[in-house]
């Protein structure tokens, strides 16, 4: 495994370290800074083969005066990694590089959330399951307030076995939380913002999950059975119970560290995580166990970030991120040796086409078409009818419109109904509902022509199997959905008739990515690790690990890692 072998290496570098001082070589050179970097803000690594000699309190200082001494203004500082964050104009920056304690300067890089509402991609996403509904194909399904990933994890099971991870802690690292949400049931252990540069996202239970991403993260966690916010605020097809999270006994922490558009810089989340860890009693806390859940991450390698996951690896916290969404290499932190990587399969246990694959991924978790929390009256629930049908798999354009229009329907026009060109012009969709093909032109050319025609309401059909969501760059004040391409040619052949296009507030909200497969597995992490509180993180991941569920090539693959994540048989071998 990555992680025993290198905890091995680093704890022997440190011994060899700490035996004498290392020769001293120039700081490592930087190439031009890199778009994911924030722009000014560095990382600083000071040499760590003195350490024996020196306090901690002259450590501190002996590095805090480096900065200075170099122009520098410190942000963040890492007494135990040897380690800052710091902002340095081009002069103070070489000045500090020049520096013989200073081992490299890094960039300060962004890291994003690694999840995106179901349907609102052009990107081909594997699944048998949608937000409004089970397909014929899929082999998990929900089933009352359990979820498909509930389902795929056994948590009714566990349940019915008390293994519900009392006494364990599980602190996200994310966007923040609302946690008025009545499935959270104001039991929310602690909370603290990172995010520095944005005002008013200090309180829980005031407005600070902006982009609704930790929100939604917490619910796969934590959602108490129950405690749903009832029919009109969850999505079609839902129980009126809402949903319930893997792990309804956990201790719950929320470091924000995303902020309003969901990404977060290195040193912010360092810091968040180094407050999760903080949560042990090792290290003064109140907690004898914690989980920390990254659904986050970037493409470039911090030397820094190492660092901090080696020392909160150290400290007895088991750390669990997403591998990413980009169909590629496994990103950071997940690709570190002291963290545990993330994919996503879908309710057929297939691989979604987005996880990022490598060595790196240890285990996958259900991240495709996942129903969860978002902030009060911020999801979307979608509804259309026309020609006397109620439509199935029915989406909500992100950046629609609130509300619901009944009229006639109208064909958009133009070549294969597809109304391209901007701005085309039909006369005939004024005080109407436009029913458009999807095809060459964009979903925002289309709504922009339909809207400044008059449309009250847009409905987009498919050109292909499969449901439409769609993403908009502007927002509209008409409702606009997208159907299936069977619903919209057969509706097509019924025109002028009349229907109905909705889009009301929901509470609830699917998304897919990597980002929901990480709180399915740092979950049930937790419920083994309350069932089990003997075991040391590395004797728990180990466990994890041997009682996945093997998927795809036969042992550990680049693919799923050692497979889906089985908390009930890590705890009763069944």
Not at 16 to 31: K, M, N, R, S
Not at 150 to 166: F, W
Request: charged share 15%; glycine share 14%.
């Amino acid at each position: 495994m990555k992680h025993t072998r290198s905890i091995l290496a680093a704890t022997l570098a440190l011994s060899l370290a700490a035996c004498g001082q290392p020769t001293v070589t120039p700081a490592t050179p930087e190439t031009s800074a890199p778009t994911d970097a924030v722009t000014g803000a560095y990382l600083v690594g000071f040499r760590q083969g003195n350490l024996s000699t020196q306090s901690v309190t002259e450590q501190a200082a002996v590095q805090a005066q480096a900065i200075a001494a170099a122009g520098g203004i410190m942000t963040s500082q890492w007494v135990d990694i040897s380690a800052a964050a710091v902002k340095l104009d081009a002069a103070a920056l070489a000045r500090l590089k020049a520096n013989p304690s200073v081992e490299y300067v890094e960039p300060d890089y962004v890291r994003t959330a690694q999840g995106f509402r179901s349907g609102v991609t052009d990107r081909k996403v594997s699944s048998g399951l949608s937000a409004q509904g089970l397909t014929t194909q899929a082999l998990y399904a929900p089933s009352g307030e359990f979820t498909w990933g509930d389902n795929a994890l056994r948590v009714q099971n566990l349940r019915a076995g008390g293994y519900t991870g009392t006494g364990v802690a599980v602190c996200v690292g994310d966007t923040g939380i609302d946690g008025n949400h009545p499935e959270f049931a104001r039991k929310l252990k602690g909370f603290k913002n990172f995010v520095t540069t944005e005002a008013n996202r200090n309180d829980p239970y005031a407005l600070n999950d902006v982009s609704h991403h930790g929100t939604h993260v917490s619910g796969t966690i934590f959602a108490q059975l129950g405690a749903g916010t009832g029919a009109s605020g969850t999505l079609s097809g839902m129980d009126a119970g809402g949903v319930v999270g893997v792990a309804t006994g956990v201790n719950l922490y929320m470091a924000r560290v995303l902020g309003n558009t969901g990404s977060g810089s290195s040193s912010g989340i360092i810091n968040g995580v180094n407050w999760c860890a903080a949560q042990l009693k090792s290290q003064g806390g109140t907690e004898d166990k914690v989980v920390i859940s990254l659904s986050l991450g970037g493409g470039s390698k911090s030397r820094t970030e190492q660092r901090a996951y080696t020392s909160v690896w150290q400290k007895g916290a088991l750390t669990i991120a997403a591998t990413g969404n980009d169909g590629a290499a496994v990103s950071y932190p997940a690709a570190y040796t002291e963290v545990v990587g993330i994919g996503a399969v879908d309710s057929n246990l297939a691989k979604a086409d987005f996880s990022n694959f490598g060595t790196q991924v240890d285990l996958v978790g259900p991240g495709v078409d996942v129903i969860s929390t978002v902030p009060l009256g911020q999801g979307t629930r979608a509804s259309a009818s026309g020609g006397g049908v109620t439509f199935t798999d029915v989406q909500a354009a992100d950046l629609t419109g609130k509300g619901s229009f009944t009229g006639t329907i109208v064909a958009a026009g133009g070549t294969n109904n597809e109304l391209c060109g901007v701005g085309t012009r039909n006369a005939a969709l004024a005080g109407n509902i436009a029913l458009i093909s999807r095809g060459t032109c964009s979903f925002e050319e289309k709504t922009a022509n339909a809207v400044a025609s008059g449309a009250r309401g847009v409905m987009i059909y498919n050109n292909a199997a499969g449901a439409l969501g769609m993403t908009l760059t502007n927002a509209y004040t008409v409702p606009v959905v997208g159907i299936l391409q069977a619903d919209g040619q057969a509706l097509l052949t019924k025109l002028p008739t009349t229907g109905t296009a909705a889009v009301t507030s929901a509470d609830y909200e699917s998304y897919n990515g990597t980002s929901m497969a990480t709180p399915h597995v740092s979950a049930a992490a937790a419920v083994v690790w309350a069932a089990k509180p003997t075991l040391t993180n590395a004797q728990l991941l180990s466990l994890l690990t041997s009682t996945a569920k093997d998927l795809g090539t036969a042992g550990k693959d680049n693919n799923f890692g050692y497979g889906l994540v089985d908390p009930l048989k890590a705890i009763t071998g069944q």
